[in-house]
Structure formats: structure tokens, C-alpha cells
């Protein structure tokens, strides 16, 4: 959050903070087949390319293969225990507001994932801008993309979130020209 009676530069915030990545961090855990089979039960998807080594293995991929939806599992950390790695660069960008909205979370499946193999990730801010809402006139909404790569550190999926940062009402109404002393 930008400091209070500081106007907000919403140009050098963009200069500064897109293109910003952090390093890769390894996933928890590697591709494995029961993981896979336990998701597949839960949500009843009975893709044999999912669950069935046998016939998985006369297919192009030569073997069972993860749900694509899986590949953000197997790239993060888990949630127990509790994980330290991964900056959230989301939250370090500084804004007007210090109130957050997740509103958009995509993926973009690069390749099939196979059993064995060890992802990682790594997140790019992808844009930062100004957006009026109803909630605030200088929302500030930012763009990320977590780049999930295999061993080789090529790209197998990329998640895009946008989030979208506001000030509370009593900021908003208390703001006589509605920007925040943004420029």
C-alpha cells in the first residue's frame, strides 16, 4: 500500500514492478499416479488416460498422464505443512488501497504431465493499472502469471490472476477529487 498523504504514481509503479519475477521453487511433491486416481474418484472422471496404466501406455503420451487442472498441485507446496517459499508478489506491490479482491484466475495447459516428473514455478507481474470501480475510482487492479516448468525448465501451464485493490469507503468519501493524489 502506498504510504497515506503520499500521491500514488501509478506510471512508476508499472516501471518499477512489471516484468518482476521471483525465482523458481520447487513443488512439494512429484507427479504421482495416486494422487491422480484420488482426484479422479472424487470428482468421478473416469478418463482412462488418468486412470488406467495399461491403456495409458498404447496412447501418444506413452503413459498415464495428469489432469491438467492438477498441474498447480503438483507445482505448489501443498497446504500442510505450511510453506515459507514463494514471495507473493501480488501483495508487495504497493497500492492506494489495502483491501483486496481475487476476480480472475485462469490456466493456460502448455502439455500433458506425466508421472515422474518434478514441476516448479515461478510468478511474473504481468500488468498493473488503474480501473475505476464502484467500490473506489483508482481500483488498482494487478495481473500476475505463475509459469509452472518442468525439470528442463520449460513451460507446461500458466496460471493468470488478476487482483483488484481498493480503499475502503471512509478513504473513498474522505478523498475530495476521488484519485488518491494518484497522478
Not at 140 to 159: F, L, M, P, Q, R
Request: proline fraction near 11%.
Amino acid at each position: 500500500m502506498a504510504k497515506t498523504g503520499t500521491p500514488y504514481d501509478i506510471e512508476a509503479v508499472r516501471k518499477e514492478w512489471v516484468g518482476k519475477q521471483t525465482e523458481p521453487v520447487p513443488g512439494r511433491y512429484p507427479v504421482e499416479y495416486d494422487p491422480i486416481r484420488r482426484h479422479c474418484h472424487m470428482i468421478d472422471d473416469d478418463n482412462p488416460l488418468f486412470l488406467d496404466p495399461d491403456y495409458a501406455a498404447k496412447t501418444r503420451h506413452g503413459g498415464v498422464i495428469a489432469p491438467p487442472v492438477m498441474a498447480d498441485y503438483f507445482a505448489g507446496q501443498g497446504i500442510w505443512p505450511p510453506s515459507e517459499d514463494g514471495p507473493m508478489l501480488l501483495r508487495e506491490v504497493p497500492t492506494p488501497g489495502d483491501r483486496m479482491v481475487n476476480l480472475i484466475n485462469e490456466f493456460e495447459y502448455i502439455r500433458p504431465i506425466k508421472i515422474g516428473e518434478r514441476l516448479s514455478s515461478y510468478q511474473v507481474l504481468a500488468d498493473i493499472f488503474h480501473k475505476p470501480t464502484r467500490l473506489d475510482p483508482i481500483s488498482t487492479w494487478i495481473v500476475s502469471e505463475t509459469h509452472i516448468i518442468d525439470e528442463a525448465g520449460k513451460v507446461v501451464a500458466i496460471g493468470r490472476n488478476t487482483l483488484l485493490t481498493h480503499r475502503p469507503p471512509e478513504e473513498v468519501a474522505a478523498d475530495p477529487n476521488g484519485t488518491g493524489g494518484s497522478k
